[in-house]
């Protein structure tokens, strides 16, 4: 079982940035990264990034966020540039182990004032 925690939404004006943090629990060879949930619609992927750092990006959001990892410290970031209204959403960490089901963090709220 991993626990994920995740820590940095909050309420910033459109261009603003924020950084989104993940710890989990215990180190998996694995997947990480972040998706999002706007009211009224599907959970959508933002970014994952590999154990080695290879990275994945939604178009909508490439060039304004960065994924990164630390393995040593179990933990995974978003840093968020140039935010936008549209960016206003629940944002969930996820970790995809080799096997088994993915695990999930409880959200963190990013909402972006124009």
């Known amino acids: 079982q991993v626990q994920l925690v995740e820590s940095g939404g909050g309420l910033v004006q459109a261009g603003g940035s924020l950084r989104l943090s993940c710890v989990a629990s215990?180190?998996?060879?694995?997947?990480m990264g972040w998706y999002r949930q706007a009211p009224g619609k599907q959970r959508e992927l933002v970014a994952v990034?590999?154990?080695?750092?290879?990275?994945n990006y939604a178009d909508s959001v490439k060039g304004r966020f960065t994924i990164s990892r630390d393995n040593a410290k179990n933990t995974v970031f978003l840093q968020m540039n140039s935010l936008k209204p549209e960016d206003t959403a629940v944002y969930y960490c996820?970790?995809?182990?080799?096997?088994?089901?993915?695990?999930w963090g409880q959200g963190t709220q990013v909402t972006v004032s124009s």
């Open positions: 996820t970790l995809k182990p080799p096997t088994g089901s993915d695990y």
């Open positions: 215990r180190s998996i060879f694995s997947f």
């Open positions: 990034i590999t154990y080695s750092g290879i990275t």
